[in-house]
């Protein structure tokens, strides 16, 4: 490894304060991760970290090595990016992390398309529902279906609408009959889709008349895929994303009921750690992603 791999991975155990965990982050082995910092650490004649069996903690020297040279790494990363982007050749890794349902059935075509068109760009992707630490988590962006962002710590950026439809089955809706308004909602036939798999509140909206509903005092699930499996099988009524429930609208698996009275809006959204500014090849892909959600395969 060269001094500046070195320095990479120390700063990466100096954030993980692991050994196993920065070496799981870079796609190493952790030898070769205590070989590095050892490496480092023998070139600079100081020791950088103290280890015990329970964890790993920076010395004081360490801790001073870190400060000063992570802006500098930083700023060279930087400088790098930006020089390639200028001659059209970016590069490095994306760590992206996004919902199972939209990486299921968008993602890979999105990926796809993206490499193609920068090959030297390595993606890593991790699929979620529940909202993760962007920051501590070490991604690089976030793709969420969600009201607006309460955490001020990160960056955001509205995408475009998600439309959300309810939706039962023809054998569902022949037995217990199709609801006219949201009053003929059987409330324990509600399927909640919940990103703990706890109860939800549809509040449904009409003509200036507004209705809640409550759902999963039976059924609940945290995934979309999940939720709308149990709305075919005849479980009852979901409130769903469209992207997710198109194809079995389609196929006649599902019918969907009461189309006046609409749900909050929801919004396919970008987050962010709190970068000074977006490096080039996140930018890229964040404009790839945007453009492909609305003009290619429209959500």
Excluded at 33 to 61: I, P
Excluded at 254 to 272: A, F, K
């Amino acid at each position: 490894m060269s001094d500046l791999d070195d320095i990479k991975v120390f700063l990466a155990v100096a954030k993980e304060r692991s050994f196993v965990a920065a070496a799981r982050q870079l796609s190493m082995t952790a030898s070769s991760v205590t070989r590095s910092v050892g490496a480092l650490e023998q070139r600079l004649g100081v020791q950088l970290f103290l280890r015990t069996t329970r964890q790993v903690s920076l010395t004081s020297a360490g801790a001073v090595y870190a400060a000063r040279i992570e802006p500098l790494i930083k700023a060279f990363e930087e400088a790098t990016e930006q020089v390639r982007a200028e001659e059209g050749h970016l590069a490095g890794l994306i760590r992206l992390n996004g919902p199972l349902s939209l990486g299921q059935r968008i993602l890979p075509d999105v990926i796809s398309g993206f490499l193609v068109e920068n090959p030297a760009i390595s993606v890593s992707l991790s699929l979620t529902d529940r909202f993760i630490d962007i920051v501590s988590d070490s991604f690089d962006l976030a793709i969420r279906i969600s009201e607006q962002p309460r955490d001020k710590s990160t960056i955001w950026r509205k995408v475009r609408p998600i439309r959300r439809v309810l939706v039962a089955s023809p054998g569902y809706l022949a037995e217990n009959g199709i609801p006219k308004t949201p009053d003929d909602l059987n409330e324990a036939a509600c399927i909640a889709y919940d990103e703990e798999a706890l109860s939800e509140t549809w509040e449904l909206t009409f003509a200036g008349k507004t209705r809640k509903v409550h759902a999963g005092r039976k059924l609940a699930g945290n995934n979309g895929e999940f939720t709308a499996r149990l709305a075919e099988t005849g479980n009852g009524v979901a409130l769903l994303p469209m992207f997710i429930v198109e194809k079995s609208l389609a196929d006649g698996l599902l019918v969907q009921i009461l189309p006046d009275w609409q749900p909050p809006e929801l919004w396919l959204t970008l987050y962010y750690p709190p970068y000074e500014k977006l490096p080039m090849r996140v930018a890229k892909f964040s404009d790839f992603f945007e453009n492909f959600v609305t003009a290619v395969r429209p959500l």
